[in-house]
């Protein structure tokens, strides 16, 4: 198996794990914060960034056996973890099969019911179509405040902050990412993520107020199927906590697993 990951600083390993459509550039915004008191390691998932497809990769149940594979063959069964999206509900699954220490879900999916997964369903096919539509003009539409706020709207709190070519670069991945569309259908459709944590190690579900994809209301159902996780809110956060407030998201991940 073939999974590409970066790795910088030193200390205690710790392993993010980014969201739908993404790469592990999508934690620029928090990592060299974190190597500076870990040792950060970030992959891209198969079918992402610069890691090949598998057979299964369209799938949830397939990201996730690759990723446990992939934990026993580099001898990482037990790190601390980090995910966003996606990746935060993988690294719950990850906890739930005890192959995880402490861990930081930050707006996991997978905790949908009725309507919402329609709307999930809905807005993300829609989100791809328009930003494959204007794949070649990314750059100069995420360099306009407005532009970059119609396309981000959804997914930050404050689009005007972002670096433009930061969100140009994320844009373009989900973009190139061939199996977001089967992954989208299987996470809508599919079984609400389980637990518990099989871990005595922290687990920290955090949530952005303003998170317009997996809306706050899931949280209660989040911390129901793992009921000895503790709960952050990020007040001024959408989607994506590493974006919008990064300081904070720094201080959750290094609280939870020093």
Known sequence: MTIFHTRAGRGKPLLLVHGLGATCRSWDTISPALAEARDVIALDLPAH?????????????????????????????????????????????????????AVVALDPGGFWQGWERTFFNATITASLALVRAVRPALPAITGNVVGRTALMVQLSARPRALDPAFVARELKSL????????????????????????????????????????????????????????????????????????????????????
């Open 49 to 101: 960034g610069q890691s090949p497809e598998e057979a299964d990769s369209g799938t949830f149940d397939g990201l996730a056996r690759s990723l446990d594979d992939w934990l026993k063959a580099e001898n990482l069964t037990g790190v601390d973890m980090v995910g966003s999206s996606l990746g935060a509900r993988l690294v719950l699954e990850m906890a739930r099969r005890g192959r995880a220490g």
């Open 175 to 258: 973009a190139d990412t061939r199996t977001v569309g089967s992954l989208v259908k299987d996470l809508a459709k599919g079984a609400m993520q389980e637990g518990p944590a099989n871990t005595s190690a922290p687990v920290v579900i955090g949530w952005g107020r303003k998170d317009r994809l997996c809306l706050p209301q899931q949280a209660d159902r989040a911390m129901a199927a793992f009921p000895k996780a503790r709960m952050h809110w990020f007040e001024h956060s959408g989607h994506f906590p590493m974006w919008d407030q990064p300081e904070e998201t720094v201080k959750v991940i290094l609280d939870a697993t020093e």
